[in-house]
């Protein structure tokens, strides 16, 4: 009888206080509004102004035709690189006199989801969201589409294109929040070597993250992006990744890892230069980049507001230059420059590359005297310096 009394008294208080106004997810599409690019590489940008309240995104579905739209990349930003339906933005933002150039965002960028052509598709775990619009710094989402191919835009096809997302949103609260938590760093690469880039940061937060996804973005010369946890001196992978592979988000390696105070986050890239110049960390293809992403997600509506980790890089910064606590350099995993698939792992330094990629002709006729010298005693060392015969005698 009791019983029967308080699940009525219960029921018509949650009728009449708290019901929650059962909350119909919302599908927004972002998408290119038949856009026509006609230079190849061409990365164009769609912007949409949220509302004044909050929207939650819980999941992303492509809307994309991989034949034409090479990849995508989603933005927060607190104010877009222009205020037009489209204009041409992106990295290497090629000339294309369609459209305006501008950045991505103006101001506040932050990547929410990344896809790549026959890349599988994230969700988000269970209760995480995205808060986007309202009070958030997040004031507009815009949509960068790479076409890499343009043909069928040209005659005699004349075609457009409308790829881009839909995104699944809902107006209440949902109890976990995501975010992305950036690193990189700057530096340069010697001409002919494997180079490392590192960065590292002691996490002071006082939140405690739960990282789920990882997404690495370098040019052409990366080989292996890493990125670990380091907790009392113990290092635990959150994710490695070829970066030539498509650069969208996946799982993190290690599932149910945290982050919390105290911790140590650090990432390398290695890179492989097999050109004859020195390669700058910059915006153009022709310049490079080393940046690990870990998307994570936090219990209540609180989000990190320092989400960067950057260092100067090669050759002014590495880990050993951490100064913050203890790397444990010394129990450092040995597949942080394994390429996924790969039984060597890259070495940093020099000569290997140069040996094993060009002819040893052409790297002796570019060196000067002193350096043929340095060669020459170094291969006598290692009893090859048969190889040099005929060089280091007659070649000045
Ligand atoms: C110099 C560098 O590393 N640029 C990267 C990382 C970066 C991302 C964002 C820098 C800033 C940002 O607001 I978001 I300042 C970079 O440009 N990475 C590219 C995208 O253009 C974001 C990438 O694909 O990861
Ligand atoms: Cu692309
Ligand atoms: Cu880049």
């Excluded at 219960?10 to 919302?26: E, H, N, Q, W, Y």
């Excluded at 929040?177 to 340069?188: I, K």
């Excluded at 997404?215 to 292996?224: K, Q, S």
């Excluded at 060669?375 to 070649?395: C, Q, T, V």
């Amino acid at each position: 009888m009791a019983l029967v009394v308080i699940s009525l008294v219960l029921g018509l208080c949650v009728g009449a206080f708290s019901a929650p106004a059962p909350d119909t997810p919302k599908q927004i599409d972002l998408l290119m509004p038949h856009v026509q690019p006609k230079v190849p590489d061409t990365y164009l940008c769609h912007g949409m102004k949220l509302n004044s309240s909050a929207t939650y995104i819980t999941g992303f579905i492509p809307n994309a035709n991989m034949n034409i739209a090479h990849h995508m990349l989603l933005y927060g930003c607190t104010s877009p690189g222009m205020k037009k339906p489209v204009w041409n933005c992106g990295e290497m933002a090629s000339d294309s006199s369609m459209f305006d150039t501008a950045p991505t965002c103006a101001s506040g960028a932050k990547i929410l989801y990344a896809w790549a052509m026959d890349a599988p598709s994230l969700s988000l775990p269970k209760d995480v969201a995205f808060a986007v619009g309202g009070d958030t710094d997040i004031k507009y989402l815009v949509l960068q589409v790479h076409y890499k191919n343009v043909t069928t835009f040209l005659p005699p096809q004349n075609g457009n294109d409308t790829s881009g997302l839909n995104l699944i949103t809902q107006k209440n609260k949902l109890p976990r929040r995501a975010g992305v938590y950036l690193m990189g760093t700057g530096g340069r690469i010697k001409p002919k070597s494997t180079v490392f880039m590192e960065t590292a940061c002691k996490f002071d937060s006082n939140l405690e993250i739960h990282p789920f996804a990882f997404r690495t973005h370098t040019h052409t010369l990366g080989r292996v992006v890493s990125g670990y946890r380091i907790r009392d001196g113990k290092w635990t992978e959150i994710g490695r990744m070829n970066p030539q592979k498509p650069q969208m988000f996946y799982n993190v390696t290690t599932p149910n890892l945290t982050v919390k105070p105290g911790d140590i986050l650090a990432a390398r890239c290695t890179m492989l230069n097999d050109r004859d110049t020195t390669v700058n960390i910059g915006a153009t293809q022709n310049d490079e980049m080393c940046n690990f992403y870990i998307m994570y997600y936090v219990d209540g509506k609180t989000i990190m507001d320092d989400n960067y980790c950057f260092t100067s890089g090669p050759p002014n910064w590495s880990w050993e230059n951490f100064g913050q606590g203890d790397l444990a350099l010394e129990d450092m995993p040995d597949t942080v420059s394994l390429p996924p698939g790969s039984s060597e792992p890259l070495e940093e330094g020099k000569d290997d590359v140069a040996r094993d990629d060009e002819s040893l002709e052409s790297i002796l006729d570019n060196l000067q005297p002193r350096e043929l010298e340095e060669l020459y005693e170094e291969l006598a060392e290692e009893g090859k310096d048969n190889d040099l015969n005929g060089y280091y005698y007659g070649g000045y």
